[in-house]
Nanobody, 117 residues
């Protein structure tokens, strides 16, 4: 029914950039707060960035100024532009869609980002 799928992960050198994409089907992104989470090996899944339905954003302190979340509601896509990547950014990155009023909380399968020289 509802599906989120992430694209754009891969291997990048420290200081490099990647842009992740999350494409959705079965829901309309315009009604959802969209977010990127990440899960490093052996660690909990943590919020990286969130963009609300009205367009406001929140970022984890660790990525503030380096990452930018954006959305294209017409295309049902959310992006995460990642710049100045560091080894500590290595993780599986997950797309999330949340609407508490509708009782909707959906996750993608994740895409691996590895930052290494």
């Amino acid at each position: 029914q509802v599906q989120l799928e992430e694209f754009g992960g891969g291997l990048v050198q420290p200081g490099g950039s990647l842009r992740l994409s999350c494409a959705g089907s079965g829901i309309s992104f315009e009604s959802y707060a969209m977010a990127w989470y990440r899960e490093a090996p052996g660690k909990e899944r943590d919020l990286v960035a969130r963009i609300w339905s009205g367009g406001s954003t929140n970022y984890a302190d660790s990525v503030q100024g380096r990452f930018t979340i954006s959305r294209d509601n017409a295309m049902n896509i959310v992006f995460l532009q990642m710049n100045s990547l560091q080894p500590d950014d290595t993780a599986v990155y997950y797309c999330n869609a949340l609407n508490t009023y509708l009782r909707g909380n959906y996750w993608g399968e994740g895409t691996l980002v590895t930052v290494s020289s």
